[in-house]
Nanobody, 120 residues
Framework: QVQLVESGGGLVQAGGSLRLSCAAS??????????MGWYRQAPGKQRELVAI???????NYADSVKGRFTISRDDAKNTVYLQMNSLKPEDTAVYYC????????????WGQGTQVTVSS
């Protein structure tokens, strides 16, 4: 079992920045072995992948956030981060982190989410 706790959300003006954190506890082996992803869900929309980072540090991003968001992981702290710059109102959503199986990509665990609101 892995427990994930997100933090760092809040209200920011367009063009501003936020840094989200996702702290893992429980089976740290599962955290270290697998990929970690950040997802978001806006009201009335489906949850979508924002960024993902492998256990080796390789990352991929949704086209909508490329060049603005950066995902990173600190395995010594069992934490994954999402640095969000040049925020837009359309980035407003609840942001979730997830543990993704290193091979299948299946979501194994979700965090509870943190709200990000970008005002225009």
């Amino acid at each position: 079992q892995v427990q994930l706790v997100e933090s760092g959300g809040g209200l920011v003006q367009a063009g501003g920045s936020l840094r989200l954190s996702c702290a893992a506890s429980g089976s740290i082996f599962l955290f270290l072995k697998n990929a970690m992803g950040w997802y978001r869900q806006a009201p009335g929309k489906q949850r979508e992948l924002v960024a993902i980072i492998s256990n080796g540090g390789s990352s991929n991003y949704a086209d909508s956030v490329k060049g603005r968001f950066t995902i990173s992981r600190d395995d010594a702290k069992n934490t994954v981060y999402l640095q969000m710059n040049s925020l837009k109102p359309e980035d407003t959503a609840v942001y979730y982190c997830a543990v993704e199986h290193w091979s299948s990509g299946r979501i194994m665990y979700w965090g509870q989410g943190t709200q990000v609101t970008v005002s225009s």
